[in-house]
């Protein structure tokens, strides 16, 4: 009886429950709200710094790819005939085997001006590093009238690397051509025409 007396006597504190429940309600919210910044802010963080490892990444690969692997000597085009000889050496400057070696070259022709290009297969093609070999072409000297390096292939199938060409053999100097004397014969007086000299003196009237 006396329970009931107390119940009856002291009113249960409602508002001061519910006070409790939303201070226990905003408390779950902030808790909530800090523990989703901290995973977006750790995502965030291992994105950028994820970023960045795959840009230095993609810049040292850039870097690689740029370095020279080769050296080219080109030698200057040698007339033998009616043949122009083009020739020089790649030398493998990398540190790395290179395989199925060519080197492109672009032909300039006379008529037309148009480029025609050409893979020229050197005497090896299998290039251990500090290797060299020599590649040669002969065309037409009527045919074309310049010749660009354009491209160092390796691989099967072919693809380019970065090189460095340098200059190779100067073509020697052409011979002088050989000194002709000219005679001109002077001509013969006609008629009255004569020369006027100790030996032959003129008429005076």
Known sequence: MQILNQLETEP????EEEKRHTQRLLV???????????????YLF????????????????????????????????????????????????????????????????R???????????????????????RYKLEVAVQDYGSVTFSKVLVSDPHVAVAFKAMPGAERPPMDAPASKTVVVSKPVPKGE?????????????
């Open 193 to 205: 025409e004569f020369l006027n000299t100790e030996k032959n003196p003129g008429k005076v009237p």
């Open 46 to 109: 291992l994105r950028k710094r994820h970023e960045r490892q795959v840009a230095a990444a993609a810049a040292a690969e850039k870097v690689e790819k740029s370095k020279p692997k080769v050296e080219v000597i080109v030698d200057d085009a040698m007339i033998d005939g009616k043949k122009s000889i083009l020739g020089g050496t790649v030398h493998n400057i990398s540190g790395e085997a290179l395989h199925n070696v060519a080197v492109e070259l672009q032909l300039r022709k």
């Open 28 to 42: 779950g919210v902030l808790c909530a709200l800090i523990l989703t910044g901290s995973v977006l802010g750790g």
């Open 12 to 15: 249960i504190p409602i508002e």
């Open 111 to 133: 008529t037309g001006g148009g480029i025609e290009t050409r893979v020229v297969i050197p005497e090896t093609t299998e290039l251990a590093p500090d290797a060299s070999a």
